[in-house]
């Protein structure tokens, strides 16, 4: 199992430019999430979803949209890029299914840079 | 507002001593607690799960404790090594959603 993959690793954005970051989970999780990251901070969560054809907004959505079409994927949208999107970014998943399956799995990250 | 407070200065400790970490946490009622380790460049690893219920756990070298009544939770590492060195990070559920929302971590650096 590959667990939880997200491509690309490092990306940089020129302003007002827009890009998805993708992220595939291959343990049959129902939930996924976003998490940014700032330096010195805490994972902020961006958006989430409970299943398949089911998404929420998390503490910090603006400027960012997603989709969950599949259980194993869920894509992060980015439009218009702004310089306060420059971040790394962690998806991760957890079966969601009872307190004794809420560990989360992580993504190795994305290194995002707006310039 | 729901607050999850880790203390931002890093931790620094001699090789064998224990460490103790500390989460405090405000406007919560969580069903449980989760301990997480960062190493840099990484993304995050689950270390640990407590339940409300729950006073005391422990895995190999790690134990924590959670106090409803304090909203606090302890995260000890006994004897420990330079590779326990990394950034720890505790997680709680909002609301009973399953849904984990995190501190800012706590850096532990352990010199040889």
């Known amino acids: 199992n590959a667990g939880v993959t997200q491509t690309p690793k490092f990306r940089i954005l020129k302003i007002g430019q827009s890009m998805t970051l993708q992220c595939a989970q291959d343990m049959n999780h129902n939930y996924m999430y976003w998490y940014r990251q700032d330096p010195g901070m805490g994972l902020k969560l961006i958006y989430y979803?409970?299943?398949?054809?089911?998404?929420d907004k998390g503490e910090v959505p603006n400027g960012y949209n997603v989709s969950r079409s599949t259980t194993e994927d869920f894509p992060l949208r980015l439009e218009l890029a702004a310089p306060s999107q420059t971040s790394v970014y962690f998806c991760a998943s957890s079966d969601g299914q009872g307190i004794m399956n809420t560990e989360a799995f992580f993504g190795q990250g994305t290194r995002l840079t707006v310039v | 507002s729901q607050k999850i407070e880790q203390n931002s200065e890093a931790l620094n400790i001699q090789e064998g001593k224990t460490a103790t970490l500390t989460c405090n946490y405000t406007?919560?009622?969580?069903?449980?607690l989760q301990w997480y380790r960062q190493d840099p460049g990484r993304g995050p690893v689950f270390l640990l799960l407590i339940r409300e219920n729950e006073k005391e756990k422990r895995k190999e070298r790690l134990k924590v404790t959670f106090d409803t009544t304090l909203k606090q939770s302890l995260f000890h590492i006994t004897a420990s090594q330079p590779a326990d060195s990394a950034t720890y990070l505790c997680?709680?559920?909002?609301?009973?959603?399953?849904?984990?929302?995190f501190g800012r971590g706590t850096s532990l650096i352990v010199h040889p």
């Open positions: 997680a709680l559920d909002k609301g009973g959603s399953y849904i984990p929302t």
């Open positions: 979803s409970v299943g398949a054809g089911i998404t």
């Open positions: 406007n919560y009622s969580p069903a449980y």
